[in-house]
Structure formats: structure tokens, C-alpha cells
T-cell receptor, first 112, second 111 residues
Framework: NAGVTQTPKFRILKIGQSMTLQCAQD?????MYWYRQDPGMGLKLIYY???????DKGEVPNGYNVSRSTTEDFPLRLELAAPSQTSVYFC???????????FGEGSRLTVL | RKEVEQDPGPFNVPEGATVAFNCTYS??????FFWYRQDCRKEPKLLMS???SGNEDGRFTAQLNRASQYISLLIRDSKLSDSATYLC????????????FGQGTRLTINP
């Protein structure tokens, strides 16, 4: 039982490059989320999904896209990387009954 | 006003001390509340949920004050291993699960 798995753990991008952060969960969570955390700050919601085929914007969606073709996978796409997207990205799944969030270990992204 | 506000600290307290944090929220209709713990360069993990009647888990006590719109976390007999950032988390809408995080309170327990 791996829980929530994110890849890659670290990545350096040049301005304008694109990439996809992968997130997979084996906990059968319907709800999944992508957050970003800037240094010394709390987590801000980028996108979330309440089930396969359904996604919605969070607080800071600009510059990102997501898809949810299966219950298990919830990738986050950056199309044109900008220095403002330098952050730590956390994917999470939610237990529907308790509301508890289970996080991946995070992906540390630097855009230069 | 931020949806969820916390004193960022840092709080530096000696081992064995009692320490308390508060967290205020702006949406009076908020439904559920949590405290998460985040160690340095790690992912957040649930510490405890906060119930209307208050709840206790060992050395940790969480309370909710709906009238004043704040939740609190009390840590008794603090240990070195309690050093972490404590995140206040609020769900403003029932069932939506769009949790809002405070910026966190950094706690360091000194020997």
C-alpha cells in the first residue's frame, strides 16, 4: 500500500519549458488535490477533483492544468514555466468519511 | 481578512513546557477543522480533528470556539520531537472538502 506517490521529487526547469508532475494513489480516494507551498507559507489549492472526469479550479489555478482520467491518477501540467512557479507541490487524496488529507512527499520545482 | 490566520511564530519553548496556539477563521459557516503537523521539508500529516465539544489525544488538546471563530491547540509537557510547524486547516463548506490552510505556526522545543 504505497498511499499517494508523486514524481519527480526534484526538478529544475528553464523559463518557458513545460512539464507534468505525476500523482498516483492506491487508497481509492475520490477526492484528490494539488497544492503549492511557498517558503514560510501555508498550502494554496491549485486544482482539485471529486472523481474521475471531474476537475475544478482552486485558489491559484493560473499557469496550470490537470486531468483525471482514472480514480488513481491526477497529473498536474505546467505549460510555460515561470519563476513564480518555483515552489513545493503536494498532491493529496482525501478520505471521504473523515476528511483527512493524505499527502504525497512533495515535488520541489525550481524555475530559472 | 485572510480566511484562516495563524501567528507564524516562531515559538521557542523549553522542554516540558505547555504551549498553546490559536487560529482564527473568517467564514462563520465553516464546518470542519483540523490541525496538521509538518516537519521540515516533509509533507503535512493530520495531528487531530477538532470537534465542537473539544477533544484530547494524549498531551494534545484541541478546542473550537464558534462564537469567536477560532480553534486552539494546546500541547502539554512538550517534547523535543514536538518541534514542527503546526497548520490550522478549515473546511468552509460542508461536503466540498476544499480545505483552507493557515500559514502555519513554527514551534521549536529547546532542551
Amino acid at each position: 500500500n504505497a498511499g499517494v506517490t508523486q514524481t519527480p521529487k526534484f526538478r529544475i526547469l528553464k523559463i518557458g519549458q513545460s512539464m507534468t508532475l505525476q500523482c498516483a494513489q492506491d487508497m481509492n480516494h475520490n477526492y484528490m488535490y494539488w497544492y503549492r507551498q511557498d517558503p514560510g507559507m501555508g498550502l494554496k489549492l491549485i486544482y482539485y477533483s471529486v472523481g474521475a472526469g471531474i476537475t475544478d479550479k482552486g485558489e491559484v489555478p493560473n499557469g496550470y492544468n490537470v486531468s483525471r482520467s482514472t480514480t488513481e491518477d491526477f497529473p498536474l501540467r505546467l505549460e510555460l514555466a515561470a519563476p513564480s512557479q518555483t515552489s513545493v507541490y503536494f498532491c493529496a487524496g482525501s478520505d471521504r468519511n473523515t476528511g483527512e488529507l493524505f499527502f504525497g512527499e512533495g515535488s520541489r520545482l525550481t524555475v530559472l | 481578512r485572510k480566511e484562516v490566520e495563524q501567528d507564524p511564530g516562531p515559538f521557542n519553548v523549553p522542554e516540558g513546557a505547555t504551549v498553546a496556539f490559536n487560529c482564527t477563521y473568517s467564514n462563520s459557516a465553516s464546518q470542519s477543522f483540523f490541525w496538521y503537523r509538518q516537519d521540515c521539508r516533509k509533507e503535512p500529516k493530520l495531528l487531530m480533528s477538532v470537534y465542537s465539544s473539544g477533544n484530547e489525544d494524549g498531551r494534545f488538546t484541541a478546542q473550537l470556539n464558534r462564537a469567536s471563530q477560532y480553534i486552539s491547540l494546546l500541547i502539554r509537557d512538550s517534547k523535543l520531537s514536538d518541534s514542527a510547524t503546526y497548520l490550522c486547516v478549515v473546511n468552509p463548506l460542508q461536503g466540498a472538502q476544499k480545505l483552507v490552510f493557515g500559514q502555519g505556526t513554527r514551534l521549536t522545543i529547546n532542551p
